[in-house]
Structure formats: C-alpha cells, structure tokens
C-alpha cells in the first residue's frame, strides 16, 4: 500500500507515550521486551485511509456473511470452542 510513512518523532515522545498509555487504558505496553507503541508515527495518505476503510468495512462484511451462513446451515456447533464461546448467542 502507498502514501505511508514515518515521521519524525515527536519531541515530547515520552509524554506523548504516556498520554497514550492512559487515554487508551494501555497499562501493558511491551510485547516481551518489546515496546508496542512506536516511537515514529505511521502517516498516511488520504487515499491510503480511505482504501483502508474500505478494506476494513469489506472485511467486516465478510465476516457477518459467513456467520450467517453458517448459522443457517446449522454449522455453528463444529465450530472449534474457542470460537463457539465468543460467537452471539445465536449461533453458540
């Protein structure tokens, strides 16, 4: 995908970290040893933000569609548990 990048950090990283850390209710912010939240933000382009719009509203249509169909189909109950727990109540 075009029209990324990343800029500068910002001179005031570490206040701008903690700002995010408790806006988001972020308390865990490391993967391991490594810091999740990036020190340079990513920048996109108008475009690149509306194609992934687009892509994420086209997916989560998807995804509604098939849950649909399978509980249509009456397919839910072969679905792997970790699944069936977080599926709606329809389809458990």
Do not use: H, N, Y
């Not at 810091?35 to 108008?46: G, H, Y």
């Not at 679905?79 to 458990?92: E, T």
């Amino acid at each position: 995908m075009c029209g990324l990048r990343f800029a500068e950090p910002p001179p005031d990283a570490v206040g701008l970290r903690r700002e995010i850390l408790f806006a988001a209710s972020k308390w865990d912010a490391q993967v391991g040893d490594i810091d999740a939240i990036a020190t340079s933000p990513l920048v996109l382009s108008r475009a690149a933000w509306q194609r992934l719009a687009l892509d994420a509203a086209s997916l989560a249509g998807e995804v509604l569609a098939a849950e649909g169909a399978m509980e249509a189909s009456g397919t839910t109950g072969r679905m792997p548990r970790r699944l069936r727990s977080v599926a709606p109540s329809g389809a458990r």
